[in-house]
């Protein structure tokens, strides 16, 4: 299986995921990224299973910790010599995202402007665009939905460039509490649009897509707590702060995504 992009490391990573993708849906504690092996329950999991992987890739992704996960990650970071990286939480049911995104969806795009479903002819060039904007890319079978319920969109402008990317996923396994809650990410609009309000837009036409094609329940997302303009679209679109956040531990110094 191909479609991989970024750094050996990063490439090897991925492909681990996807080959690990069965184990990974059918193992209680664990969940999917398309980039690095993570858990949503850790000692469901079990502490044994996240020291491999830690030891093999010298990162681990923990997804959705709640306050007390939360300091049981930072104690095992400490324990493991190694840096914890976070991205705070923010959540909606999706019965009240629907008139949040309805007004943004409803609005007319600029002129020119279309929104593609990413395939598999052109799903390389939204995983360079990751790079480019300093987010770690997934996996082509990730992004396509080939081996999950999942779909990566973009906009592009009036000369084919693109000009805002995104992705949403159903990347929880049936053993979760959030199992049937879409994950949302990767949502960029290019330097040369922003202020156009895509962020919303292609954020908007995710959470629906989730909803009416994979009967999402509800839908997450993070951002780092530094970066305000991905925290206010968030909440443009109708998702909530929330305390739980996304953290990977990691034996490197270097940040592993934006």
């Known amino acids: 299986m191909g479609g991989y992009y970024g750094t050996e490391e990063q490439q090897n990573q991925q492909k681990k995921t996807d080959r690990m993708t069965d184990w990974i849906m059918n193992t209680p504690g664990a969940c999917l990224t398309g980039r690095l092996m993570s858990t949503d329950d850790p000692d469901r999991l079990g502490w044994g299973i996240i020291d491999q992987h830690l030891s093999e890739d010298r990162i681990f992704s923990f997804r959705w910790m709640d306050t007390e996960n939360q300091a049981k990650v930072a104690e095992y970071a400490r324990r493991k010599g190694g840096n914890v990286y976070g991205w705070d939480g923010f959540f909606a049911q999706s019965a009240n995202l629907v008139d949040s995104i309805e007004p943004i969806l409803t609005r007319p795009l600029p002129d020119g402007m279309l929104v593609e479903l990413v395939n598999h002819d052109t799903v390389t060039e939204l995983q360079v665009r990751f790079v480019e904007y300093g987010m770690a ?23 084919g460039g693109i000009a805002a990317l995104g992705f949403i996923g159903m990347l929880q396994n049936r053993f979760s509490e959030m199992a049937n809650c879409a994950w949302t990410g990767t949502i960029a609009a290019d330097a040369s649009h922003r202020g156009k309000g895509l962020g919303k837009r292609i954020t908007s036409e995710l959470i629906a897509a989730a909803i009416k094609d994979y009967s999402a329940e509800s839908v997450m997302g993070f951002a780092a707590s530094d970066n305000v303009a991905s925290c206010a679209m968030l909440q443009g679109c109708g998702l909530q702060p929330h305390e739980n956040r996304s953290l990977a531990v990691s034996l490197s110094k270097e940040r592993y995504s934006r």
């Open 137 to 159: 890319p997934i996996s082509a079978a990730v992004l396509c939905g080939d081996n999950c319920r999942a779909q990566s969109l973009l906009i592009r402008d009036a000369s």
